[in-house]
């Protein structure tokens, strides 16, 4: 079974701080994916990478960056947290040629 | 991004059938899928079609495709209290990159 994880369940952080969010997977999957969970919206994606070192923007990168250095990890940053990023933040990936996408626990972020 | 839509809410009871639908936009989907998402986790795949299929069935879950009206519909029989969670519907267009839509999602809560 493909384990996606992220570093944190539940996070709170101050306005204007940086975050870190980290997603780590264990099956070698070549694609991750960084996307936001808000009421009535849906997931809306922030990031993804379809490589090392490689990433392209979703439909909402404004605000975010994001790493990978390793093929097994991808970390989503907040350069300077804002209220309106409270939010919840799924990790995904995809790959061994199957299609379907496979998801983190998720971590709910609170920013004050 | 492409347009999927579902309706919010949905109440059944327990026993009963459940329906949940959705539409899409974009004619070029290769897959399309759903999620279940119980409180406070992440996404789990239930079921996918590949979008050259009409109908599949997989247990307790009928998934049927209409792509003329770009509609697709999870049917869930006998329903029961443990199914009451957000469902997602998705797609993925293969272009470029792998490209994942989601719908806002649909709560479904089911009456004992």
């Known amino acids: 079974d493909v384990k996606v994880t992220q570093s944190s369940r539940y996070l709170v952080k101050r306005t204007g701080e940086k975050v870190f969010l980290e997603c780590v997977q264990d099956m070698d999957h070549e694609n991750m994916f960084w996307y936001r969970q808000d009421p009535g919206l849906g997931l809306r994606l922030i990031y993804f990478?379809?490589?090392?070192?490689?990433?392209e923007k979703g439909d909402i990168p404004e605000g975010y960056s994001v790493s990978r250095e390793k093929k097994e990890r991808f970390s989503l940053i907040l350069e300077s947290a804002s209220t309106n990023q409270t939010s919840m933040y799924l990790c995904?990936?995809?790959?061994?040629?199957?299609?379907?996408?496979?998801f983190g626990p998720g971590t709910r972020l609170t920013v004050l | 991004g492409e347009d999927v839509e579902q309706s919010l809410f949905l109440s059944v009871r327990e026993g009963d059938s459940s329906v949940i639908n959705c539409t899409y936009t974009d004619s070029s989907s290769t897959y399309l899928y759903w999620y279940k998402q119980e409180p406070g986790a992440g996404l789990q795949l239930l079921t996918y079609i590949f979008s050259n299929m009409d109908m599949k069935q997989d247990q307790r879950l009928t998934v049927l495709l209409n792509k003329k009206d770009k509609h697709l519909s999870l049917r869930i029989a006998d329903t029961q209290t443990g199914d009451s969670a957000i469902y997602f519907c998705?797609?993925?267009?293969?272009?470029?990159?792998?490209?994942?839509?989601f719908g806002s999602g649909t709560k479904l809560n089911v009456k004992p």
């Open positions: 990478s379809y490589d090392v070192k490689m990433k």
């Open positions: 995904a990936t995809l790959g061994g040629g199957g299609p379907e996408q496979f």
């Open positions: 998705a797609e993925s267009i293969a272009d470029n990159f792998n490209k994942f839509y």
